[in-house]
């Protein structure tokens, strides 16, 4: 899972030199609500590791970012 979180964050950090707790927050929150499009157990696809973990649907992350405030409708529309 570390090899994971600093594959993704490598790009990131050769830029800005620093990563902040916030973001490495941010990029949790991002891991655990994606839900998996494949799996080599059948039951995980379609599912978020929180959704497997609570057992309760979660919403999708960028939604949780509308939900918080952080992510803009009108951004959505323009990025779409």
């Known amino acids: 899972m570390v090899e994971n979180v600093n594959g993704r964050l490598r790009a990131y950090m050769n830029i800005k ?9 941010l990029v949790q929150l ?8 494949r799996s080599r157990v ?11 973990l609570t057992g309760k649907p979660w919403p999708e992350f960028i ?7 952080f992510w ?3 951004m959505a529309e323009q990025v779409a």
């Open 17 to 25: 030199r620093h990563v902040s707790s916030n973001f490495y927050s």
């Open 63 to 69: 939604d949780l970012l509308e939900e918080y405030g």
């Open 30 to 37: 991002h891991m655990n609500a994606k839900k998996y499009r």
């Open 42 to 52: 059948e039951s995980r696809k379609g599912h978020s590791p929180l959704e497997l």
């Open 72 to 74: 803009d409708k009108d």
